[in-house]
């Protein structure tokens, strides 16, 4: 069996070696006779899985202690629907950063419960640029500000942690978290769905600064609220617990590797590999975001037109390149380079790249 390179959004490719080491407990986790799916969350073989999992990621990401860890059911939309639930009184106003697809979503899954002001947008520059700190219209009194750090389809990401003053920055992480060191502290809030560079899809990562967890936020049942579930551990309810046990794996190989430090190195040399190829192109490929935010996660690139396209994706998947197809709402061709994309994937791909532009340049 081969295993092709997978450049997929999310769900995205895993590391073999976690893998390979869910399926060898699959039947039988640490030789108590059952797999860990099977057994009971507040059991002492779930929850030393659960502990494990958070002090894994807690000294991967350096989180400070007066944070809290939350591991939860879903995706990184319901968190953006949560933000205003849990901290923002009614009507109060709630500053957005939009510089992508990403940013409009976090905006929508708020609306009907704060006063949205957009800050900065970058959706009039075609999101090829994040605007300037210098023109944001930041609101007095808001009770957060929220950035994507990284824009999945349009491939933008924030290089720097921007100053918003004393109003908590809340920022989705969740196609960048642990792609590259990063000051926990600067930030009130990070969110980030797993399905990216921490695990399965179906469970979901909050770092949130404690004292925030105090606000009053607005009425809501008590499963939609955070303090509640930091109260409990994250075990407020049955917890995924299938998804937050390969989410541990998954920690444990990046630890394993380096850690954030050398993701970040391998990071910067596939997205070097494979802007190179773009940019050398001659304008055969085309990426319009500005070099210094474009995004070493997800690579949107585009041919000349859409026959070329569909003739990439398909010839790119027979030569075990998977999942190169844009997202629909841009279009083109999108290669997104995790963690657990190898550099030799990124160089694979280069390859496959040079090779298909020789042939239908
Ligand atoms: N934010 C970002 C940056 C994303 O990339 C995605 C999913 N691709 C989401 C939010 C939405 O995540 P989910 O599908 O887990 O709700």
């Given at each position: 069996?081969?295993r092709?390179?997978?450049?997929?959004?999310?769900?995205?490719?895993?590391?073999?070696t976690?893998?390979?080491?869910?399926?060898?407990?699959?039947?039988?986790?640490?030789?108590?006779?059952?797999?860990?799916v099977?057994l009971?969350?507040?059991?002492?073989?779930?929850?030393g899985?659960?502990?494990?999992?958070?002090?894994?990621?807690?000294?991967?990401?350096?989180?400070?202690?007066?944070?809290?860890?939350?591991?939860?059911?879903?995706?990184a939309?319901?968190?953006?629907?949560?933000?205003?639930?849990?901290?923002?009184?009614?009507?109060?106003?709630?500053?957005?950063?939009?510089?992508?697809?990403?940013?409009?979503?976090?905006?929508?899954?708020?609306?009907p419960?704060?006063?949205?002001?957009v800050?900065?947008?970058?959706?009039?520059?075609?999101?090829?640029?994040?605007?300037?700190?210098a023109?944001?219209?930041?609101?007095p009194?808001?009770?957060?500000?929220?950035?994507?750090?990284?824009?999945?389809?349009?491939?933008?990401?924030?290089?720097?942690?921007?100053d918003?003053?004393?109003?908590?920055?809340?920022?989705?992480?969740?196609?960048?978290?642990?792609?590259?060191?990063?000051?926990?502290s600067?930030?009130?809030?990070?969110?980030?769905?797993?399905?990216?560079?921490?695990?399965p899809?179906?469970?979901?990562?909050?770092?949130?600064?404690?004292?925030?967890l105090?606000?009053?936020?607005?009425?809501?049942?008590?499963?939609?609220?955070?303090?509640?579930?930091?109260?409990?551990?994250?075990?407020?309810?049955?917890?995924?617990?299938?998804?937050?046990?390969?989410?541990?794996?998954?920690?444990?190989?990046?630890?394993d590797?380096?850690?954030?430090?050398?993701?970040?190195?391998?990071?910067?040399?596939?997205?070097?590999?494979?802007?190179?190829?773009i940019?050398?192109?001659?304008?055969?490929?085309?990426?319009?975001?500005?070099?210094?935010?474009r995004?070493?996660?997800?690579?949107?690139?585009?041919?000349?037109?859409?026959?070329?396209?569909?003739?990439?994706?398909?010839?790119?998947?027979?030569?075990?390149?998977?999942?190169?197809?844009?997202?629909?709402?841009?279009?083109?061709?999108?290669?997104s380079?995790?963690?657990?994309?190898?550099?030799?994937?990124?160089?694979?791909?280069?390859?496959?790249?040079r090779?298909?532009?020789?042939?239908?340049?």
């Open positions: 069996m081969t092709a390179y997978n450049f997929s959004a999310g769900p995205a490719t895993l590391p073999e976690v893998l390979r080491q869910a399926q060898a407990e699959m039947l039988d986790w640490n030789g108590v006779g059952a797999s860990i099977e009971s969350h507040r059991g002492a073989e779930f929850m899985v659960a502990a494990q999992a958070e002090a894994d990621l807690r000294k991967l990401l350096s989180v400070p202690d007066d944070y809290a860890v939350l591991f939860l059911a879903g995706g939309t319901t968190q953006q629907a949560l933000l205003a639930l849990n901290f923002a009184a009614p009507g109060q106003v709630v500053d957005y950063i939009v510089t992508g697809h990403w940013g409009k979503t976090a905006i929508k899954q708020v609306k419960y704060v006063d949205v002001h800050a900065a947008d970058g959706e009039p520059g075609g999101f090829h640029d994040i605007p300037s700190r023109g944001w219209t930041l609101s009194g808001a009770a957060y500000v929220h950035i994507t750090a990284n824009e999945t389809i349009h491939g933008v990401e924030f290089r720097d942690t921007p918003v003053g004393d109003v908590p920055l809340f920022a989705d992480f969740s196609s960048s978290i642990a792609s590259e060191p990063l000051d926990v600067k930030y009130g809030l990070i969110y980030a769905g797993a399905q990216k560079n921490l695990g899809v179906g469970i979901s990562v909050l770092l949130v600064r404690r004292e925030l105090e606000r009053a936020g607005q009425p809501r049942a008590d499963i939609f609220n955070y303090a509640s579930h930091a109260a409990r551990d994250s075990m407020l309810n049955t917890p995924p617990t299938w998804n937050w046990y390969l989410l541990g794996l998954v920690v444990k190989w990046m630890l590797e380096g850690g954030v430090e050398e993701f970040a190195r391998r990071n910067a040399a596939k997205a070097e590999l494979v802007y190179g190829a940019d050398g192109s001659g304008g055969f490929y085309r990426n319009q975001v500005v070099p210094a935010v995004s070493r996660m997800n690579i949107p690139f585009f041919l000349p037109d859409e026959a070329l396209t569909s003739r990439f994706v398909s010839e790119s998947k027979a030569a075990g390149l998977l999942a190169l197809k844009g997202h629909k709402a841009v279009g083109g061709l999108r290669a380079l995790y963690n657990a994309v190898p550099v030799a994937g990124a160089q694979a791909l280069v390859d496959f790249m090779d298909f532009q020789q042939r239908n340049g």
